[in-house]
Structure formats: C-alpha cells, structure tokens
C-alpha cells in the first residue's frame, strides 16, 4: 500500500511546551518515590500515568492533524497506534499499584497490548514500510531476534526460578528486536524514526524489567526508578511519532525482499543463542525441559528463517538466470562491441558479439591494453580522452566518444567510434565500459560525399569549391606565390545546339585531358562550370603566361570526334595569388582578365591588371547606355571624303559612325561596334547610318550624279534575307539613285561564308547598288575568291602603304603595285586608304590608285562641314 506524499502537521500552540512540561513533571514524582516522599507504587502510577496520558494525548492530537490535513487514514494510523501505545504504558505502569493478585499476570497482558501497538505504529511511520508483505517478514525477523534474546535471558541464572515472567521476557524481547529491525531497515532512517523506534524499544524493555521486579518481588527505591525509562521512552515516542515534516522516502527497488535476505540478521541470532547456551553449559551443566523446548524454539524459528532465505536466494538467483540471459541475448545480438576496461586500461571482459562483429577472440582481447588494439596514429588522441575520464573531468556528463581505428581478428584496421562510461562507481561493475561501434561504411560514405562534393562529375577535375580550397591552401603555405589561370571556351553553346549535349559533354572531356597533359604535378586543374575552367599553378609571371599560351594552342586544334570535327577557341585571364586580398578577390580578377581577353578577340591571353578593371567597368557601363543611345539622339554621323587623286576633286564621302556620349565623349566605332556585336543590334546600327547617311545626302546641295556615298555593313545584316529590300525601301524614301550607293564588307570575315556573301552582294547589284571590299590586303582572301565576288571597288588597307621598300622576293615590283595592276585588270576601281602624308599620295598615285581617302586628304567632319567643304571643292 502506498504512502502518500507527506505534508507538515498543523501544529498546535503550547503542544511543545506540554511535550516538555509533562516528562519533567512525571520525572520529578518518580524521583520523589524513589526518594521515599511518596509511596514507590503510588509514584510509579502517578509518574508514568501522567507522562503515558500526555504523550498519548499528543499523539493522538497530532494523528487527528493528519487526518484533517490530508483527509485520509492512511498517513495517520502509525502515529496513532503509538499514541494508544503511550496510554496502554500509563495504564499498565499503575497495576502494580491497584493490583493485589495476579500482578504479573497484569503486567504481561500489558506488555503485550503495548507490544503490538508500538510494533504496528512504527511500521506504519512513514518511511518504514510500504507493503503488508515486507511488515510481516520483517516482523518475522523481529521474532527471530526476540525469540535468541530471551532463551539467553533466560538461560541466565534465577531466571528459570519464576517462570511467570518468561512471557513478559519474550514479549519484551521480540517487540523490542521487531521495531528495531523496521527502523534499520527504514529508507532513508530519517532522525524521527530513530527518536520513535529507540523509545518504543526502551518502553518494552522498562516494562519487562517493571515485569521482573515484581515477580521476584523487588520493593523499594528500583520500583519508581524503573518508571524514569518509561518517561523517556514515551517522551521520545512522541517526539518522532508526531513528526511529519520528513524527506520523501525513495522508491522501493524492484525486489525489495532482497535486504530480508542478508546474513547479519541470521548471524546475530544464532551467535546470541548459542553463546547462551555454551554459557549455561558451562555454569549450570543442566538444561531443564523449559529450556529444552525453548532452544527448540529457537531453533524453529531460525531453521524457518533459514528456509524463507534460501527460498529468497533461490527466487533471486532465477530472476538473476534470467537477467543474465536477457543481457546475453541482447549483447549477443548488438551491433556494438562492449568491452571492461580497468584503470590500467587492461580488457577485463568483451561481449559475445565481438567474435561475430570484429572476428576478436577472447584469448587475444582479454588481458590485453586496450591501446594495443588502435591504430598508432590515433592513440595519441584516443589516450588523452580516456585519460580525461579516469581524472573525472566527464562524471555527471554524458558518456564521452573516441574516434579511432581498431584492429580486427584479420589485422586489418577498422574506422570505429567508442563510448566511454565511467562506472568505477557503481560496485557491481568497477570499470570503464567501452560501447565500440564500426562506422567503417559511413565513414566510407562521408569520404566519397566530400570527394564528390569537391569533384566535378563529368569531367573528374576540381569544382569551384575545391580550387577555393587548395586557392586559400595555397596562398597560406606558399606566402601567396603563384598564379590563377581562368579559361573561356567559345563554341561550346553552338556545338549544344547543333551537335547535342552528348558531344558536347565529349569536348568538354577531351579539353579537360588536354589540360591536364599541360600541367605539372603541383598544378590543379578545375572546371569552374559550364565552359569555364581554371589551373591554379605555383609558377611566377613569366612561365604562367607561357602555360597559359600552350594553353590556347592546344585546346585550339581540331576536336575529332565520331560523325564532326570541331573547333573552339579560348580567351586566357591570369592573376597573381598576392595581387588580391582573399581567394575570392584573386578569382575576381583572373575572371576580369578573361573577360578583358575575350572582348580583344578570340585566344588570347590577358594579365589583370587596375586598368582592365576600369576598362571593364567602362564597356559594361557603354554596354547598359548603347540599347537606347539612337532614342537619347546621341548617335551621330560624321563623313570622310574620298578624292581623285589626279584632280584632287571630291568623288564620294564615307559615313562613319559616332557616339556623342554625355559624360565620356566621342565613342569610335573601333570600340563602339565590338560591344553592338556582343549586344547583338548590329543590325540596327547599320540600318540607322544607312538611313540617316541617306538623309544627308540628298539634303546636301552638291547634286554630282556621279558623287557616292559608301556605308559599312556588318555581317548578320548583310546575310539577311531583307537586306536587299530594307536598301531599296530607303533608297526610294529619300528619292537616291541606286548606283550613288556603295557598301562596304570587310575582307577581314569574307572567307567566313563566300557563297553567302557571294549572294548578298549579287542581291545588291541587282538594285544597282555598288560593292566595296574594304580593307584590302589586311586578311588572307585568295584570288579565287576575289574574281567570285561581284564587287566593284578595292578599298586598300593602309598597311600596304606603310613601308614604301616593301616588295616581293626576287626584287620585283613592290606590293602596292602589284595589288593594284591585278584589280584594274579585274575591273576595279582602287581607293587607296589611310592617307596620312603627302609622300604617301604621291606613291599611291604613282601605284596607280585613282581614288585616295585619308586625314591628308580630307578629315572625318559633321554633315554641315562636309556639305561646306564639298562647296569649296566642287571645281
């Protein structure tokens, strides 16, 4: 039965004060008889009366506070008991006085209502028992006890002489011994409990002895004398019984009958009794039949004692079997490895599992350090761990993990992860125990997932987060010697579209060998994403640059693949670790170096530098304004005469193209036409100059028929299906004759497509419109190819009037000459282009050139200047 949670008695005034009053007053009228001022029955009735009425009526006061506090029986009974236990010890300390035969008869009926009333009032005190079962076994101790106490009480010598008292002597003693084993037994034994039980047991004893007095009629001072146990007894009865403000009792264990079953309570009885008995050999040399039948007794009682402690241990040892058993099976069948480990750190003892688990047998574990089954590398660590936990810095933490690897029963080393828990303080182990798990597989995992982590899947280089790691790496241990190169591959989206993604997955892999064949072993290739990739080499400025050209080179030529053979190109950015302040700042300008490199043209290798960060601001910023410079009217024309080189007489102007930006100024078109191309409104542009160089033209009052105006066209507008038909529609909006038009191709892109190109000028000539082909003797257009194009007119590149000793091998005329006798030959009419000097005129006049165009000539000018000088030079 459980015992509910105490709560403090209600206490009531002035009750301490008669706790205290009423022993003194009692202790004074039984020394007063014992010194003859009253008679010895009279005082032992009065003193004991009155301290057995006082202590039972605060007993029983405080059982009712109890009761009314926590509104049940059950918590109040043991305080209770022993309050009624108080009143039957006044009672019966006053039969001496009113009894005149059958005293001890009296005395022992008493005795024995006081007995069981003490006996069933301690265990029910709190913190002493909580179940009926456990009260009767240790009553039964009790007996056992009691029962050798008085056979050696009685085998002492007189006593077997009054008979009448061997019952007030067993009840006494085995009263006495029962509330004593509940109170030693009692969880916690709380100071209350002590108070109650050592009064009760003194109570017992005093009566036996008042018992005893009077049957071997004993007067005189040892009458009231007697009576002064009695009083503090009671007084300690009521002390501890009445006291509720006591610390929760713990929970009972899960056996509790196992205290039943220590030895001391089967020792001390069975020492008693037979020291009594050798005693009484030894003295008397005789036992009378009563102390024949009370050894039997005894030894009854403790043969039962004996048969209830072996059933006990039989009963536990099973419950242990099956434990075990339980604890096997489940060791057993762990997935850890337990191990026993002393303070030597020596294996005391290994699971089951660990045969199965890591092939170890006990002959090879068990008695080995445990340091000798890890790895040398990590015993290190492993040792300072467990040394922290045998100088106790973990106690109270939770257990505490090693990393280590192990060896197995195959010498093979094992990744695990152990347990420690402390438990040298719990006695049935006195340890360290180790849980080893094999973590060989996620471990295994973890090392894949980060090397795919930093591992690009198609090609096997290093992603982007790997360079930044080896990037930082490198900057710490190198002191920032070294170089980052980014490459840019172009073509790539084209090869996609046309080709798939299979092929172009195929490049990717094929560029990423190349790259690697390059490289020394100290360099790290990575790809960055898509087609971009990076080297991070050791090398200083020079032989980087030198990579970075092998570099271009080789991932230049052809890519012969299954069904195509493919070509790319590359743009090369280089940065030196120490010019930026972290790895990402370094990476940020390889990048603008790349950038820098692919805007000068395609394979090309760039160093970054401060002022290609400007530039590259500059282009971005020209990048985000251009889309609506022609809606702002910031776009403009200007207009370059072209001149007879005989009559120095204007034949025909070039519209060039200007941006008037605000904040910048003049944009040429030499950087201007590069970010349209890359915007992709080339096409615009060239069809705004058409129409605005249009618009001057015939505004302008020089009305030569013969006198052309030459517009430059880009390729994808040139292709185009409507270009033919956007040049008419403009040529019908101003009213302009077809063949007072010219437009210009450069030859640089010429061999790119020449039957495309081929067709758009046929196009245009069915118009009437004229052909250029600019920049002549700049590119490598063969002679083939210039007797396919249907032009009309050479514009020479002013590299051929550069060096005026350059000629051919063999001495033979110079290349001007030659360039321009084979286009009169074709029928073309030769604009020499570049005109800077009058000497450089009269070697083209001298070439044969019948048109020239150049700052010696004629400056680029606005419409209204041009119109003005075109005035000046009409005759």
């Known amino acids: ?94 039969v001496p006085w009113w009894a005149s035969r059958q005293t001890v008869g009296w005395l022992t009926a008493g005795l024995a209502v006081v007995a069981g009333c003490l006996v069933v009032g301690v265990s029910l005190l709190p913190g002493a028992v909580r179940t009926w079962q456990v009260r009767l076994r240790r009553a039964f101790d009790g007996v056992g006890l009691g029962v050798s106490l008085g056979f050696a009480a009685y085998l002492v010598p007189g ?90 009792p713990p929970l009972e264990p899960r056996y509790p009958d196992q205290y039943l079953a220590s030895y001391p309570l089967l020792a001390v009885p069975a020492a008693v009794g037979v020291v009594a008995a050798l005693w009484h050999l030894v003295t008397v040399r005789d036992f009378s039949t009563q102390a024949v039948i009370f050894g039997l007794v005894m ?73 000798d089954l890890i790895h040398p590398d990590d015993a290190g660590p492993a040792q300072a761990v467990i040394e922290s936990v045998l100088a106790g810095e973990h106690e109270g933490g939770p257990p505490v993990l090693v990393s280590a690897r192990l060896r197995d029963g195959a010498k093979l080393w094992r990744d695990t992860e152990s347990t420690i828990s402390d438990q040298r303080s719990v006695p049935e182990v006195a340890a360290l125990v180790v849980h080893v798990r094999d973590v060989g597989e996620r471990v295994h995992l973890e090392r894949t997932l980060h090397r795919l982590s930093h591992l690009d899947q198609l090609t096997g280089l290093a992603n982007r987060p790997a360079l930044m790691r080896d990037l930082l790496d490198r900057r710490r241990r190198a002191g920032q010697r070294g170089t980052l190169l980014v490459i840019d591959l172009h073509g790539l989206a084209e090869i996609n579209d046309n ?74 950015g280089l940065a030196e670790l120490s010019g930026g302040a972290d790895s990402e700042e370094v990476l940020r300008h390889a990048d603008l170096a790349r950038q820098r490199a692919r805007q000068l043209g395609l394979d090309r290798v760039e160093w970054y530098d401060p002022d290609v960060e400007i530039q590259l601001h500059r282009r971005m910023e020209l990048e985000r304004q251009l889309l609506g410079a022609a809606g702002r009217g910031e776009l403009d024309l200007v207009f370059q005469p072209v001149t007879g080189l005989r009559d120095n007489r204007p034949v025909g102007v070039e519209a060039l193209l200007r941006w008037r930006h605000p904040e910048l100024g003049t944009i040429l078109p030499a950087e201007l036409l590069p970010i349209a191309a890359s915007l992709g409104i080339t096409a615009q542009l060239d069809e705004w100059v058409l129409d605005e160089a249009c618009r001057h033209l015939t505004t302008w009052s020089f009305s030569d028929e013969g ?169």
Request: charged content about 15%; proline content about 6%; some cysteine.
């Open 1 to 94: 039965m459980a015992v509910p949670p105490l709560a403090p008695a209600p206490s009531r005034p002035g009750g301490r004060t008669v706790l205290i009053a009423v022993p003194v007053v009692s202790a004074l009228v039984l020394i007063g008889g014992a010194a003859g001022l009253l008679p010895a029955l009279a005082a032992l009735a009065v003193g004991v009366g009155v301290a057995g009425l006082g202590a039972g009526a605060f007993l029983i006061r405080a059982a009712l506070d109890i009761h009314h506090a926590d509104g049940t029986f059950v918590a109040c009974r043991g305080a209770g008991f022993v309050g009624l236990a108080a009143l039957a010890t006044g009672v019966t300390a006053t």
């Open 499 to 572: 080709r798939g993604r299979e092929i172009g997955d195929a490049v990717l892999v094929e560029v990423s060998r190349r790259i690697r064949g390059l490289l020394g072993a100290e360099d790290v290739p990575a790809r960055l994403g898509g087609d971009e990739f990076a080297v991070l080499t050791a090398d200083s400025a020079v032989p980087a640059y030198a990579l970075a050209t092998r570099i271009v080179t080789t991932l230049g030529e052809p890519y012969a693949l299954p069904g195509a053979t493919l070509d790319l190109h590359t743009s090369v």
């Open 707 to 875: 006198f052309w105006l030459s517009v430059n066209v880009g390729p994808r507008e040139l292709l185009t299906a409507r270009f033919p038909e956007q040049v008419a529609q403009t040529l019908n909006r101003h009213g302009l004759a077809p063949e007072r038009l010219v437009v210009e191709v450069a030859e640089t892109w010429i061999a790119a497509d020449v039957p495309a190109i081929v067709a758009a000028l046929t196009g245009l000539r069915k118009l009437g419109v004229r052909a250029a082909l600019d920049d002549f003797g700049s590119g490598q257009t063969s002679l083939s190819h210039l007797r396919r194009l249907p032009v009309d007119m050479l514009k020479l590149s002013a590299s051929l009037l550069s060096n005026p000793s350059e000629a051919v091998v063999g001495g033979g005329p110079a290349v001007l000459d030659v360039v321009v006798s084979l286009g009169r030959r074709l029928g073309l009419e030769i604009v020499a282009k570049g005109l800077e000097t009058a000497e450089q005129i009269e070697r083209a006049a001298a070439a044969g050139c019948r048109y020239g165009q150049g700052h010696a000539l004629g400056y680029p000018a606005p419409a209204e200047r041009m119109e003005a000088y075109l005035e000046s030079h009409r005759s």
């Open 159 to 248: 006593a077997a002489t009054r008979p009448s008292a061997v019952p007030a002597m067993l009840i006494a003693a085995g009263g006495a011994a029962i509330v004593t084993v509940i109170v030693l037994r009692a969880r916690p034994r709380p100071n209350p409990a002590l108070w109650c039980g050592g009064g009760a047991a003194l109570v017992l004893l005093a009566l036996c002895g008042l018992t005893e007095l009077v049957a071997f009629d004993v007067t005189g001072p040892a009458v009231p004398l007697i009576g002064l146990p009695m009083v503090a007894g009671l007084t300690a009865c009521a002390t501890g019984g009445s006291r509720r403000d006591l610390p929760l």
């Open 299 to 371: 030894v009854s009682v403790l043969a039962v004692r004996e048969l209830l402690v072996v059933h006990d241990i039989r009963r536990y040892a099973g419950r242990l079997r099956v434990a075990e058993a339980h604890f096997r099976s489940l060791v057993a069948g762990a997935t850890d490895l337990t191990l026993v480990l002393d303070e030597q750190l020596t294996i005391r003892w290994q699971s089951p599992a660990a045969a199965r688990l890591f092939g170890l047998r006990d002959e090879e574990v068990i008695g080995r350090g445990f340091r």
